[in-house]
């Protein structure tokens, strides 16, 4: 591990930026609470039935192939992502289609499902190897990698669900010259990416190297921050055997897992407002991803499952769940132990930027890393006061915002001032309103004035 630290203190010696590993503008220090960072991945069995969103990336719905009574095979395509940016939807388990309905997903609205009857034994589809036989030789052919993450249905599993084949195909006239892997995992409570980078460690590497050569890139450098030395020191111990792969522990602080943050802090570029990582030469993609991208390539298996951290303080049995897609969310708690009887609510994702669940009966999809069950006042919103001008809010936001002013042009609906003010801009961390002494509804207003602006820019466009 040490060797490869040095390499990289050297190889950036002249950035003084660099050597401090992280982002240098706001950012917080919440409770980290990873309870189950020791607990290695199992495997939860399919439910008797599979509830499967046709959307579950960002983009256009996959078009339903499967008709009411059609026998399906575990990794058998059920919808087709047709438009440019969409996904393919492949079946996670073996059975037959009960019905195609509308089904409350993790927002609570209900959205077009394909709902299975779950047979115990998988029939895998044709072509897919299921086991752990690890392939180690990485197909040269870029366009048949980018081909074949596409049919697998492969998204970015941080969360984003941006389509990764789409990520992989680079405008003329842009260029990239470095895949940054986000193995930073900032979110309090949230182990799934840990434990990969841990326990999945060659497969997830042999995917960056398919990521590499799709990107036609010779560096591929994966962030960590420093609360996982485990992970650290095993990557950094095994990118020996990967050349142009290299390990860059990071400062621990949040929300260094957004792209912008993490290109600033491993490569000391910034993102200029409303451009893409792709404008200052690099690529992000996550840790789980990756291995995603490695089960598609090199073993013909569609993203049909992935890791769900299933944690919070009243958990009995906090997990790392290697979960089917489709699985009912209370299946992942009765394994965790059950929900506590303190239980306040129940949140996908992770404390800072994760979503309540007002129905525990959604299924998992692809972008789902966790579930946090917080107890009751463990997060009580304060009591709304009025704002002291203390600024606490402008110093911790990493997007160099006026938080306590974009909230209120939001308010008074003052659109022109707050796109002046770079409303857009927010990545909707939450700092902001972690740190607000008056407990400000900021993030709420906000989301509501980007919202708005964002409509207002679109229809100029037309
Ligand atoms: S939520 Fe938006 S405004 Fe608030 S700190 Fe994060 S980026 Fe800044
Ligand atoms: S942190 Fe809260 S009280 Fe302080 S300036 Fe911002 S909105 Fe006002």
Known sequence: MTSNINKRKHQNEEDKTLKTFTFKLGGIHPEENKFSAGAAIER???????????????????????????QVKTGQLLAQGEAFISANIHSPVTGKVKKIDQYPDQSGYKKTMVIIDVEEVDVWDDGI????????????DKSMIIEKIKEMGVV???GATFPTH?????????????????????????????????????????GIKILMKG???????IGIEKNKPDAIAHLAGMVERFPGIEVAPLKVKYPQGAEKQLIKAVLNRE?????LPLDVGCVVSNAGTALAVYEAVQKNKPLIERVVTVTGKGVKKPCNLMVRIGTPIQALIDHAGGLPEEAGKVVSGGPMMGKALNSLEAPVTKGTSGILIMQQGETPRKEVANCIRCARCTVVCPMGLEPYLLAQQAKLEMWDEAEGDMIMDCIECGSCLFECPSGRPLLDYIRVGKS????????RKN
């Open 44 to 70: 939860l069995a399919p439910g008797k039935e599979a509830y499967v969103p046709v959307s579950q990336h960002l983009g256009v719905p996959a078009k339903i192939l499967v008709s009411k009574g059609d």
């Open 129 to 140: 190897d299921p086991t752990d036989t690890v392939i180690r030789e990485v197909p040269a």
């Open 156 to 158: 970015g599993l941080g």
């Open 166 to 206: 789409v990520k992989l195909m680079i405008p003329d006239g842009k260029r990239v010259e470095t895949l940054l892997i986000n193995g930073v995992e900032c979110e309090p409570y949230l182990t799934a990416d840990h434990r990969v980078m841990l326990e999945r460690a060659e497969e997830m590497l042999i």
């Open 215 to 221: 990107l036609d890139v010779q560096r591929a450098v």
């Open 271 to 275: 993102v200029p407002s409303g451009k």
């Open 452 to 459: 708005k602006v964002g409509h207002i820019i679109r229809t």
